[in-house]
């Protein structure tokens, strides 16, 4: 069976990124929690999927601009504070970890990423932890970067489309996990088959229907990656 990835939370229902809509996913028995990481301007990583803070929050404009305490009295969430619920949560909790726009910040994101995971024991699977991370973006140059300061950890290409260039048989700079979106998996079929072929794990976003989990089982990916977190676990345990 595969493993289930709360997208943002269970944010079907309940604010994404917010602590509410994570505490729903692990209530639903999430396996994993995914999240999308920005710098404050005080080089701070907090939970937000957009650069702008609009459509999510009471703020307005860049969340680049605003410092950690700022953003705080919006809510946000900060990775630091994600890590903490998911060691909570007393059993394994794989936190999917997406960079957004590395090229806005130079190497900023994967650096202080890096920083926070080792101050948090988190760089490299270790047995005794609950907590594993893995690593995702649709920047084949995070990815590479991610590969150069945490080596030790998993690494997902993310694709919309098909990457130019892309050989099944070697996703770039080392990512061990394809991650296409569901679009892309509706289009291409052949494209997840060859994927799996060439023994790479295969994660789906964003799986919502129950449909399209029927389709993605059929073709034996890995991970669903939903913000339906627990009506994608039921379906799966009935089947
Ligand atoms: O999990 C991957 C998925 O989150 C990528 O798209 O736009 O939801 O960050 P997006
Ligand atoms: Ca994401």
């Not at 079907?12 to 996913?25: C, I, T």
């Not at 950690?68 to 990775?79: A, I, N, P, V, W």
């Not at 290409?157 to 770039?172: A, C, F, N, V």
């Amino acid at each position: 069976m595969p493993i289930v990835i709360a997208h943002r939370g269970a944010s079907f229902a309940l604010p994404e990124h917010s602590r509410q809509a994570y505490e729903q996913a692990l209530l639903d028995g999430a396996d994993g929690l995914e999240c999308d990481v920005r710098l404050s301007r005080d080089g701070h990583l907090v939970l937000l999927h957009d650069r702008l803070l609009d459509r999510t929050s009471a703020g307005r404009g860049p969340a680049s601009k605003r410092t950690l305490s700022e953003l705080r009295e919006l809510d946000l969430l900060t990775l630091d504070e994600l890590i903490e619920m998911a060691r909570g949560a007393g059993r394994p909790i794989q936190l999917m970890i997406e960079t957004k726009h590395p090229n806005r910040y130079g190497q900023a994101v994967e650096y202080r990423l890096t920083a926070l995971l080792r101050r948090h024991g988190l760089t490299r699977p270790d047995p005794d932890d609950q907590v594993r991370v893995t690593v995702m973006s649709f920047s084949p140059l995070a990815v590479r970067r991610m590969r150069q300061l945490a080596p030790a950890l998993p690494r997902v290409q993310l694709m919309e489309l098909i990457p130019p260039g892309l050989k099944p048989s070697r996703l770039p700079f080392g990512a061990r996990i394809a991650g296409p979106g569901l679009s892309l998996v509706r289009r291409r079929p052949e494209l997840i088959r060859r994927l799996k072929a060439c023994g790479h794990q295969v994660y789906v976003w964003t799986v919502n229907d129950l449909a399209d989990v029927d389709l993605v089982m059929s073709l034996g990916v890995d991970g669903i990656i939903t913000d339906r977190p627990g009506a994608v676990r039921e379906h799966l345990l009935s089947r």
